[in-house]
């Protein structure tokens, strides 16, 4: 017996809502089929979840595990998801049954794929996928191609997602960036048009970003005015050797290239001066009468030791290892180099006026006195 056809009106969603509960128990089939009203996951109570935005899975009331552990819907539980004033579906899980009765709690991006507004009506329905085995991605913004080990963060990422759909949009997270991806194609094709990405070996390939050709054109008008730009630390030379090229003559350590000319870095603060006490210190510095000018003797050029390091103006990748090398002095070189110092010698005085000798000879002194001191007690002793 067929059951009697319904008549509802379009603009109350109510009304659709009682006559498909009246045409329910018509059927024979046991397939979960009920009516929500949806909601974001960030408009749900209790803590924040922003975690769950970046996944495939719902909230559903407690009555909802009742009915579905009533029809014996084992694990996994898969849910076709249809919103019929838009004409669009898809496909979830279920994450938790903690939802207000009467509501579901979708991630954004499912309402965004059902083109559905907080409080619509959608309609929940179970059903059964096929273990997927391929399935073909495209991601939506060149930057997909800075992440490393994209295998690893798609594994990590379908974690969160029972089931994908051809024409999904979903996002995942990950290093602090929001990525969204686009399903092209699974197989093995079924007219759902969907896969179970759970417990299987599943093969993804990718297509080229959305925006990767015109990254490439912004990148190739970008290198010829690159190329004809100076490098930041000057001029440098492409011809010769590198030690040519990086004017190495006049950053040696024993060049005296830097120290003449006006440019020197040497030849700053060379000058002398004179003391507050009227010593003087150096060159007189002569001094008009009646005026406040001070007139300082010009800098002198000196050795080019002092000088400081010269900056190494060297192009992005390369490496320069051609200064001067000194190796340390060998083991007993710089013993042999310095004549042997003798310290603590000279001549003192006491307090009674006395010149005292050598420390060494006031040594030997002490001890011979002492020797006699110690012979004579003993003497007297016995």
């Known amino acids: 017996m067929s059951a009697p056809f319904m008549t509802f009106d379009s603009d109350d969603p109510m009304s659709m809502y009682r006559a498909a509960m009246m045409g329910r128990g018509s059927g024979a089939s046991q397939r979960f089929d009920e009516y929500y009203r949806c909601y974001p996951v960030a408009m749900m109570p209790g803590p924040e979840r922003e975690s769950i935005d970046h996944g495939g899975k719902v909230f559903l009331p407690a009555s909802a595990l009742e009915r579905l552990t009533r029809l014996h819907i084992t694990y996994p539980m898969l849910f076709e998801l249809f919103n019929g004033a838009k004409e669009r579906s898809t496909h979830a899980g279920v994450l938790e049954f903690t939802a207000e009765e009467g509501k579901i709690y979708l991630p954004f991006?499912?309402?965004?794929?059902?083109?559905?507004?907080?409080?619509?009506?959608?309609?929940?329905?179970?059903?059964?996928l096929p273990p997927g085995t391929f399935i073909k991605l495209q991601p939506q913004s060149p930057s997909f191609l800075d992440i490393t080990d994209p295998k690893a963060v798609l594994e990590n990422a379908f974690r969160n997602f029972s089931c994908l759909t051809v024409g999904d949009i979903f996002s995942f997270d990950y290093n602090d960036t929001v990525y969204e991806i686009a399903v092209l194609e699974v197989k093995p094709d079924i007219k759902a048009n969907a896969i179970c990405t759970m417990e299987t070996d599943l093969s993804v390939?990718?297509?080229?970003?959305?925006?990767?050709?015109?990254?490439?054109?912004?990148q190739a008008a970008a290198k010829p005015a690159a190329s004809h730009a100076k490098p930041q630390g000057g001029k440098i030379h492409t011809q010769g050797t590198m030690a040519q090229a990086i004017n190495y003559a006049s950053m040696a350590p024993s060049s005296d290239v830097p120290a003449h000319g006006s440019r020197a870095i040497s030849s700053n603060f060379q000058g002398e001066g004179n003391r507050l006490g009227g010593r003087r210190g150096g060159p007189s510095v002569p001094i008009n009468a009646g005026?406040?000018?001070?007139?300082?003797?010009?800098?002198?050029?000196?050795?080019?030791?002092?000088?400081?390091?010269?900056?190494?103006?060297?192009?992005?990748?390369?490496?320069f290892f051609g200064y001067e090398f000194k190796p340390p002095p060998k083991h007993g070189e710089h013993d042999e180099q310095q004549p042997q110092k003798t310290h603590f010698q000279g001549r003192s005085q006491n307090l009674r006026g006395k010149v005292v000798e050598a420390a060494s000879d006031d040594a030997a002194k002490a001890s011979g006195s002492t020797e006699s001191k110690n012979k004579g007690r003993t003497l007297r002793d016995s």
Not at 109 to 126: H, N, P, R
Request: charged share 25%; no cysteine.
């Open 109 to 128: 991006w499912l309402m965004q794929t059902l083109l559905l507004e907080a409080g619509d009506l959608i309609q929940v329905k179970s059903t059964d």
């Open 291 to 319: 005026s406040d000018e001070i007139k300082l003797p010009s800098a002198v050029p000196r050795a080019n030791a002092a000088n400081t390091p010269k900056p190494l103006r060297l192009p992005h990748g390369k490496l």
């Open 205 to 218: 390939d990718f297509a080229e970003p959305v925006g990767y050709q015109e990254m490439l054109k912004a």
